[in-house]
């Protein structure tokens, strides 16, 4: 973190950053509307009415990443999968230049098809156009696949990526070295031809320092030994008495391309992600290459954002840029060579290292150093330069040891993503940044599974971003749509990533090519509702917590609250430094960002990324201690009564810290604990609880979002991580949560799957929390919101509600309160306000196994095209149920297959009578009709559809139509890539249950 060190010349990197920031959140403020144009206002009272829930608008609703084969694309193509994508009720799609499945790239003719060649300008040309006709966004990759790289630049341009690799030869004490500068360990890429020397050292090797994969060295001995070098070579003679090391630095380009290429012609190389020239490459490729004046206006309508993939630099040396040295020095006031040696890496293991503190602090001050440059000349000058486009920049910010907190409060739309996120704190970095700097959107890509093309479910899709919603995200790019067809591809057509290496690829190539499609809008819905909920109005979090060093991608979490306070309703998110310089990091009423997230503590811990090692920046610690005395309850968990500075101190900065973290832990309202296991006790002697309370540690995640008067809890039955075991189970417990309403407040369950907002029947009020009881299945989600009555076009009013009950459910409906229950008996209901109720129930039918089933299969094959599919029609009568693996007829089988039974009932079903039909395992997605006439979506994670009011005396007619992914046919079709696959258990295989109810009013 940054620390109060003289500068030389120019003006501290916090206060550059700072003010970049705070630019960033203002622009993001006044750039909401072309953000996000459905989110709900920031701030005041809202009519929350049934369309708002039921019919998000297409800019909520999830995107695509739509992968082409460069240019090879025909404009005609492109606008129909717009209207695919469209018709399903997807919201966008961003255009990127991804092909891994094609191993001769030159099929792909980049010399006329390339990217960003007229041939890729006609296609994103013709994108734009049908998308604004449709109401769609188009998002545009800033290079060919990733990193970001463009054609015209060299491996040897000051624009490309560069590194700084090192050269070693061991010195005998007492001996003379003679001969040529040591040459790098690694050589260079075949394209690079140039290079720098940037100087040789000589260091005395430490024993003492050295750990089991660095040389230990003694930084008091390091020499500068580069003005002795005369046409490549020097001599030079080490001390007297233990081995000593001459260290050679060579400054050269790293000769990296986007991922799969080439993708044009001339080849695009990778840019120097820390120095103005590489973005002024990026952005000059742009402005004259590729922006006629037709896609400039087509942009500036359309109003999507520019993306930038994760910041995969991939080098065996150090990422280096030029303005490295100069940037260190300026930064930290003093020289950042005698450092080198703590700093180089061999294939991303450091090589040497001083003494273990100053070696912490060195590594710190360099990282920081590069941060700056990322989040100065890389993030804020593309952010800046979309913005003069009428465009967005939405990027993935980590990838290297920089601060991506503070790269999130800078993007416009920040993003994560489910295959390379470890755990929900990753996520939950992301979000800090963006809350403190006033952004909506926190964007994920989604459904990158390793080897899972083609048999990827939509069931596991939704359970991992279960999770994800509650840690912040609230916008879906799912990976992804690929463009129909390219040359030599296979049945069911062109896929971005299979094959990949011979075998099934990343993720999925959804589209019609997939049975499941037909079922998508169904998916699209659903998460347009929860993405329509989690955009509006503030997110709200109990608790900050203060990260030293600010990157993600981590699997690092915070301790105590990750492992114990998540379970019990806790939830926080990460800050960085820099987010203590915004505008928004004020205290009012005892809540840091009381506009924002509201936070009401701030805990601070070691820093887990150096040892936990108990630091602080003495400018970070001074922060502090304004906020807590301007009234923000604080908990420290560790020794910080012996801090130490993050970076190497400056002179008597270390007893500066040390005094000023003194101030603040002799405040009342500041609780120090050495133990993670106190933290919990110093929250509650503080007074502090959280928004959602569990009364046992649970398996449930919440998100809280407050929009005028009205409390949004977004709550899922997820687990902090995919690979946590054993797995969740169902949860069925009560919940309490905080109201922000004063007067009458209402609790109201909204079905996402269905759009439905009602008044939940059941509940206890206690000041100001209200108690609803949550069951749900593993994955599954709800939302529930507390308001004034009539909220979503509620006619209920303020009538009572049940507090307890002996039936089996108290819910509102079109009649008022009714009591259900499935046997037939007389129910005893309180009220609320103190009256207590009898309510009798008729007979009730016994539950039904339906076990006989019609099934008529479309069995989807190859056909005489790549993108061409035959039919073939299959029809079976079923005794008993079975995944379609099981059953001989269907074992290879993919497609849709339409079960289809028939059920009676007795002649005294009344109105009164209703049932729900339990369709236990069913693969994978599923539609039911029930006497000719389509139900609602049903939650795809507890398939139990309620037929109340569509079933009758006699005879009904139950249809259950279920599609699955392509995986058992291509076993069979393309055993060279899908061979090995594990054929899987799809189709409806039960048991399917019919469960009667009966249900009267409550008078």
Known sequence: MQKPIPQRGGISRRAVLAASLATGAATALT??????????????????????????????????????????????????????????GFGGAEVSAVHHSIKDKSVLDTAHHGWGSAPWREGVEAALRQAARRGLTVDLTLGPSWPVAVPGVTPDDESAAQELAYGRVTVTGGTTYQGPVPEPVR?????????????????????????????????????????????????????????????????????????????????????????????????????????TGTMRRLLRAAGGAFFEDSIELETDSLVWTSALPDAFEERWGRSLLPYLPALVLDKNNQVFAFDAQITRQIRHDFWETVSHLFNTHHVTALRDWAHSLGMELRAQPYGLQTDAIASAALLDIAEGESLGFKNLDDYRCLAGGR?????????????????????????????????????????????????????????????????????????????????????????????????????????????????????????????????????????HQFLSGPLLDLPAARVSDGRLAPEGPAYKALFVEGDFFYGSTATLALADARKLLGLARAGLPMVLLGSFDQALTPGVPGENETEQLRGVLASLLALPHVKAVTDKSAVGDALAVLGIAPDARYAASSTLLNAHRVIGDTDLYYLCNGKHAETVKPPVAAIDHDVTLHRTRRGTTIPYLLDPWTGEATRIGRY?????????????????????????????????????????????????????????????????????????????????????????????????????QATDTDIVRRRLTLDALLP?????????????????????????????????????????????????????????????????????????????????PLINRLRVSQPSVFGTATRQAYGLSGPVRLVPYAQSPVR
Request: aromatic residues 8%; proline residues 6%; negative net charge.
């Open 764 to 864: 206890t009020e206690d000041g100001d929390t209200l108690t609803v009881r949550v069951t749900l299945e593993p994955g599954q989600a709800t939302v529930i919101a507390l308001g004034g009555p009539g909220l979503f076009g509620d006619r209920n009013g303020d009538r009572q509600h049940a507090v307890d009950s002996t039936a089996d459910r108290v819910l509102f409906t079109d009649r008022g309160l009714v009591v259900r229950a499935t046997s037939g008996g007389t129910y005893t209901t309180r009220l609320s306000r103190g009256r207590t109720v009898t309510t009798t129930l008729p007979a009730v039918p016994g539950p039904t196994t339906l076990e006989r089933w019609r099934l008529d299969v479309q069995d989807w094959q190859p056909g005489t």
């Open 435 to 571: 809350d403190m700097a006033g952004h909506t959107v926190l964007s994920c890509e989604s459904g990158a599974y390793n080897g899972s093309a083609y048999s990827t479910t939509w069931d596991r899709f939704l359970r991992t971003m279960g999770g994800a919603y509650a840690a912040g995200v609230n916008q879906t790019v799912v990976h992804g749509f690929s463009y129909a067809t390219a040359p030599g591809v296979s049945w069911p057509g062109f896929a971005a990533f299979s094959p990949y290496n011979g075998a099934p690829g990343y993720g999925e190539s959804w589209g019609p090519r997939q049975p499941t499609w037909r079922h998508a809008e169904d998916i699209a819905g659903y998460l347009g509702r929860v993405h329509q909920v989690l955009q509006a109005g503030t997110a709200r979090a109990d608790v900050a917590v203060f990260r030293q060093t600010g990157y993600t991608a981590t699997g690092i979490g915070a301790s105590w609250f990750t492992a114990t306070g998540v379970p019990l309703g806790w939830t």
């Open 884 to 964: 379609w693996s099981q059953i001989p007829e269907l074992a290879d089988s993919a497609g849709t297959g339409r079960y289809r039974t028939t059920v009676s009932l007795p002649a005294d079903w009344t109105s009164a009578h209703g049932a729900h039909l339990e369709l236990g395992t069913v693969s994978d997605t599923f539609r039911v009709t029930v006497n000719g006439t389509r139900l609602a979506p049903c939650d795809r994670l507890h398939p139990v559809v309620d037929l109340g009011g569509h079933l009758r005396p006699g005879s009904n007619v139950i249809e259950v139509e279920v599609a699955t």
């Open 187 to 291: 050589v260079a890429a075949g394209a690079v031809t140039r290079r720098t020397l940037l100087a040789v050292q000589a260091a005395r090797v430490e024993p003492a320092n050295a750990t089991r994969k660095e040389t230990g060295l003694d930084l008091a001995s390091v020499q500068d030994l580069t003005a002795t070098v005369e046409d490549g070579a020097l001599r030079w003679t080490a001390p007297a008495g233990g081995d000593w090391v001459l260290i050679s630095y060579w400054q050269r380009g790293t000769a990296q391309q986007p991922e799969s290429g080439p993708h044009s012609a001339p080849a695009a190389y990778v840019v120097d992600h820390f120095s103005p020239a590489g973005t002024a490459a990026v952005t000059g490729f742009w402005d004259h290459s590729v922006l």
């Open 31 to 88: 750039a909401t509307g072309a953000a996000s144009a459905g989110a709900v206002p920031l701030t005041g009272r809202h009519p929350l009415s049934g369309d708002w829930f039921a019919a998000p608008p297409r800019s909520v609703r999830p995107k695509f990443r739509w992968w082409w084969p460069d240019g090879l694309v025909d404009p005609v193509e492109i606008a129909r999968e717009i209207d695919q994508i469209a018709d399903a």
